[in-house]
Every structure is written in structure tokens, then in C-alpha cells.
């Protein structure tokens, strides 16, 4: 049934002109990538309008405009709820929308919260302390090396080589800038040695499944040892994916379970990717979850997944919507104004 979908998302241009920099808008949309699922969701015969970030949606509400669904890429600015802030907007209109709630996109964001739930659930990660100051690198009790990032960024931001630290002695140095630099603690997890995938998920609950995995190499141009800032927005020239085939690698299998697993712990919802390391025995570990993953058809990592498997972009993004149109609440079922 065709559909009006509204488009949030918050365009990297736009913040780039009011003066942000490079990396405090890396994790925004570029302007093809909204021309791209505007494009996919016209031509699978629904209607769109473009409605903007979060402010701009609030707007829009209180004006009395309303949708059947609304397709949310808008990573917010400020707070470590900012992911959730657009999704508990639209809960409090009763608008269906895609991907994860305000709870999921407040936790994953936080990585240790994350870490603990997954822990809970027996999902298995490496060890890990939330260091809110650099003295609290003291406490930590398993052996180096130690691997170092801010507790609540993504795209990579603050992920350079220096995040790997060989010494304890070392630890608050690391902590301490970047707790400086991006105002937030700090995760200090083992440093994991072995292969890096990305996976893939597509669908809600129990109708959640793989959609495919790839492996993470790094090239000679790469900084090497870490899958970095850097690394990630030059991917083309410093980075290589191959296609991880759990039928032939039982590593890459396990990878899959794993984040299958992972996914349905946290309560992720219609499409997402998980980042997974092996340890030195070769067993691949949770490292963190991405329920709002990047969505650019050729630069985003969930794309780049479909690409290796042969699934068209449009394709993708009506398993998306015909995933979140299911909580579309049903006629006569809402009580009160909206």
C-alpha cells in the first residue's frame, strides 16, 4: 500500500555553513544520501516529504502536519540522547517510524551501558571499564595492550592509533585527552588482535536475520591496527571489504550468530550493523551495535553489504519500511488528540 513518508535526517552541509567542523559533523548525512532513499522510496510508489532534523520535525508537528511513517536517519546533536530524540517526538504524536526506539538509540549510543546488557544477556564481549576520569584508568585489572575511544561517538570519531595503548602506565595520558577533547568518558577495553567484521541485520525480533557480513582489511595507505576515524572516511583509498561466506569460514558463522543474537538482546529494530573482533584464539567478540547505521548507497557499510551481495539499494530500503510499516497503528485503535 502506498505510503506518505516522511524524511528526517540531519544534512552534514547544512552544519558545515553554520560553522561545524569536519569531525563534529561526521556523522550526519550527505545530501545524496536523502536524494538516495528519497529516490527508493518514490519508486517503490510512496509519496515523500522532506521534513529535516529534529527541530525542524517539532515544527512541523505543532503546525499539524502528520504522516503514515516516517523514515528517520537524524542523528541529533547534543546529549548522549540525542539519537533519540527525533523517535521520542514522533512516539509522542503516535507516527510510525523506522528503526530503533528512544530507549535502544539512548543505550547503544553509550557503549559500556551497552556492553553490560550484552554481558547479561550472555552475549559474549571482551572486557571493558567506563572510565570517567583519566585516575580511574588505575582500576582497571586485565592485561594490556588496552584499546581506548570515547564511550558515546561513532563514525570512528576519537579512534586513532594512539587508542591502542601497550602499557598501563600509558592509560591516563590516552584517557585524559580524550575525555578533554570530546567531553565525555572514556571505554578502555583489551586491545583485540584478530579479524574485524561488520554484520548486518535486517527485520525486528524474531523475523530478524542476517542479511550478510563483511570483513574489515586494511590496506598499506591505512593507519594501521585500528579501524580509525581516518580509515573510515578515506575507506576507498585505505580500506578493502570482502564478502565473509559463514557457509565455507566457521569464524565468520560464529560472527553471525553473534551478532544475531546481539541484536535481538538489545531490541534493535528493522536494520542495523554490528561491529564484531576476534580476540588472540580467534573467537569473534561484540565490540558495539549501530541501530541507526549510515545509509549512503556506496559509502556506508550496510549498503556495502548489499552491494558485495548483489541486492539493489531499493531493495533494501522496502525491507526497511515494509519492517517499521507493521507498527503503523491501525485506524480507530488511537484515543485522545494528536
Not at 550484552?118 to 588496552?146: H, L
Not at 600509558?170 to 583489551?190: K, M, Y
Request: glycine share 10%; aromatic share 8%.
Amino acid at each position: 500500500m502506498p505510503l506518505t513518508i516522511g524524511l528526517t535526517y540531519d544534512l552534514r552541509s547544512e552544519y558545515l555553513a553554520e560553522g561545524f567542523s569536519e569531525e563534529e559533523t561526521a556523522e550526519f548525512d550527505r545530501d545524496e544520501t536523502v536524494a538516495a532513499v528519497e529516490s527508493a522510496l518514490n519508486s517503490l510508489g510512496h509519496r515523500t516529504e522532506r521534513i529535516g532534523h529534529g527541530r525542524k520535525l517539532a515544527a512541523a508537528l505543532v503546525a499539524g502536519r502528520r504522516w503514515d511513517l516516517v523514515f528517520n536517519i537524524a542523528e541529533g546533536l547534543y546529549g548522549i540522547g540525542r539519537e533519540a530524540q527525533v523517535p521520542a517526538l514522533l512516539d509522542m504524536y503516535r507516527i510510525a517510524y523506522t528503526f530503533s526506539d528512544p530507549l535502544v538509540m539512548s543505550l547503544t549510543l553509550h557503549k559500556g551501558m551497552t556492553k553490560r546488557v550484552i554481558r547479561d544477556a550472555g552475549v559474549p564481549t571482551a572486557d571493558f571499564i567506563v572510565a570517567e576520569t583519566p585516575e580511574d584508568a588505575r582500576t582497571v585489572t586485565f592485561a594490556p595492550p588496552y584499546f581506548v575511544k570515547p564511550v558515546a561517538e561513532g563514525t570512528g570519531k576519537g579512534v586513532t592509533p594512539e587508542s591502542i595503548v601497550r602499557q598501563k602506565t600509558g592509560l591516563a595520558a590516552v584517557c585524559r585527552r580524550l575525555i578533554g577533547a570530546f567531553g565525555q568518558p572514556v571505554i578502555i577495553e583489551p586491545y583485540l588482535p584478530g579479524r574485524e567484521f561488520t554484520t548486518g541485520i535486517v527485520g525486528t525480533g524474531p523475523k530478524a536475520r542476517v542479511l550478510g557480513t563483511i570483513e574489515v582489511h586494511l590496506l598499506e595507505t591505512a593507519e594501521q591496527g585500528v579501524y580509525s576515524y581516518v580509515n573510515k572516511e578515506q575507506c576507498e583509498s585505505r580500506v578493502r571489504y570482502t564478502l565473509g561466506r559463514p557457509a565455507e569460514d566457521p569464524v565468520v558463522a560464529e560472527a553471525e550468530a553473534v551478532a544475531l543474537a546481539a541484536w535481538r538482546a538489545l531490541g534493535c529494530r528493522d536494520a542495523g550493523r554490528l561491529d564484531l573482533r576476534c580476540d588472540d584464539s580467534g573467537h569473534p567478540l561484540f565490540i558495539e551495535v549501530n541501530p541507526l547505521a549510515g545509509i549512503h548507497p556506496e559509502h556506508s557499510d550496510l549498503p556495502i553489504i548489499c552491494s558485495h551481495l548483489g541486492v539493489a539499494y531499493g531493495e533494501l530500503i522496502g525491507w526497511i519500511i515494509e519492517s517499521a510499516a507493521a507498527r503503523i497503528p491501525a485506524a480507530g485503535r488511537t484515543r485522545g488528540p494528536v
